[in-house]
């Protein structure tokens, strides 16, 4: 899921969720009862949201209140390298990677095996997203399992 958008490229990763026609991005705990939404630190404060310690607008919602609950799976290219997007948030993205030898860029921060980056998400080519509908109604039932 990416497109051209004022210049700009459009990409979605990690978890999201439509309420009340909006759509934000959530923390990466989704299997529960409660759901955190996420809105970028330079947003201006939005309706029911409080800041949190990083900057960021968060607000807790009940998994039901919510219309949509969906999982983005982002694979890009940055610098040559082959990247997973974790998380974008405005326009930064949260990369992850564990190619051998990781660019030669300040913003690289390296764990053992892998290394991440936050870098903007113009600087991201090849982008390739699939999305993964997650159920709004809890409990959530295994699928297969008949109650």
Request: aromatic share 6%; no cysteine.
């Given at each position: 899921m990416s497109a051209r958008d004022g210049g700009r490229i459009a990409v979605l990763a990690g978890g999201h969720a439509e309420l009340d026609g909006v759509v934000h991005s959530t923390t990466s705990l989704l299997s529960g009862p409660l759901i955190q939404l996420l809105v970028h630190r330079d947003a201006e404060a939005p309706g029911g949201f409080e800041r949190r310690v990083d900057g960021t607008w968060m607000r807790?919602?009940?998994r039901t209140s919510l219309t949509r609950?969906?999982?983005v799976t982002t694979h890009a290219t940055w610098r040559g390298h082959e990247v997973r997007v974790e998380r974008v948030?405005?326009?930064e993205a949260h990369l992850?990677?564990?190619t051998?030898?990781?660019p030669d860029d300040s913003r690289v921060v390296l764990d053992r095996d892998s290394w991440s980056a936050t870098v903007p998400v113009d600087e991201l080519s090849d982008v390739?997203?699939?999305t993964g509908e997650l159920s709004v109604t809890w409990p959530v039932r295994p699928e297969g399992l008949a109650w």
């Amino acid at each position: 899921m990416s497109a051209r958008d004022g210049g700009r490229i459009a990409v979605l990763a990690g978890g999201h969720a439509e309420l009340d026609g909006v759509v934000h991005s959530t923390t990466s705990l989704l299997s529960g009862p409660l759901i955190q939404l996420l809105v970028h630190r330079d947003a201006e404060a939005p309706g029911g949201f409080e800041r949190r310690v990083d900057g960021t607008w968060m607000r807790v919602v009940e998994r039901t209140s919510l219309t949509r609950l969906f999982r983005v799976t982002t694979h890009a290219t940055w610098r040559g390298h082959e990247v997973r997007v974790e998380r974008v948030l405005g326009h930064e993205a949260h990369l992850w990677s564990q190619t051998y030898r990781p660019p030669d860029d300040s913003r690289v921060v390296l764990d053992r095996d892998s290394w991440s980056a936050t870098v903007p998400v113009d600087e991201l080519s090849d982008v390739v997203s699939t999305t993964g509908e997650l159920s709004v109604t809890w409990p959530v039932r295994p699928e297969g399992l008949a109650w």
